[in-house]
């Protein structure tokens, strides 16, 4: 059983760009590894951006720079392109961020992220640049993320919009549950039908 998600306000970590695909979130060389280990994974997230081909650190990119922290990555348009590989969503939880926002998610990398504890928030493109404006103006500016309401909320300007997500998922995230954490909540129901089924 994982971390039960309800309401969580944090501040952000701004990533304004499109089109980010999985090899870059994690690239094809970390995929050998077939166990998923938090920090193996979260370490190597965004590893090409992070780092210098020399191993150095990249202290131009956001995840190195000290102004910004939080569990909310703030990301840009078509989020999770390319393979469907579920190792990037691996990194992202790793890193120990829980939500991602954005104007759009590739559904399969979505999907990724819904099983593995991440919530993605999809919102309209106006809010998102509004979350950028408020981020850069304000690294401390927070936003609240509602997820029994299904609302975000930009609490530097009050401003909010509502998110869709799958019930099933919802009532997952909300109670710490994977998929065999479901089943396994709901046996006594599952043998219940069988039995009327004349199984």
Known sequence: MKQKFNILTSTCIPLPLENVDTD?????????????????????????????????????????????????LVAGKNFGSGSSREHAAWAIA??????????????????NELNNFVLPVVVSEAFLQELFDSIYANPKTEVEVNLPEQTITNL?????????INAYKKHCLMNGLD???????N?????????????
């Not at 166990?35 to 191993?55: A, M, V």
């Not at 530097?156 to 869709?164: C, I, L, V």
């Open 179 to 185: 998929d065999i954490d479901f089943l396994v909540e």
């Open 94 to 111: 790793g890193y120990g961020f829980r939500v991602v926002v954005s104007s759009f998610f590739a559904d399969i990398h979505k999907n």
């Open 156 to 164: 530097a300007t009050g401003h909010s919009e509502t998110f869709e």
């Open 187 to 199: 046996k006594d129901k599952i043998e219940a039908y069988e039995k009327g089924q004349g199984r």
């Open 24 to 72: 870059q979130i994690i690239p094809a060389r970390f995929l050998k590894a077939t166990t998923r280990e938090d920090k193996f994974f979260g370490d190597n997230l965004f590893r090409d951006w992070r780092y210098h081909p020399d191993g150095s650190l990249n202290k131009d990119f956001v995840l190195n720079d000290p102004t910004y922290s939080g569990q909310i």
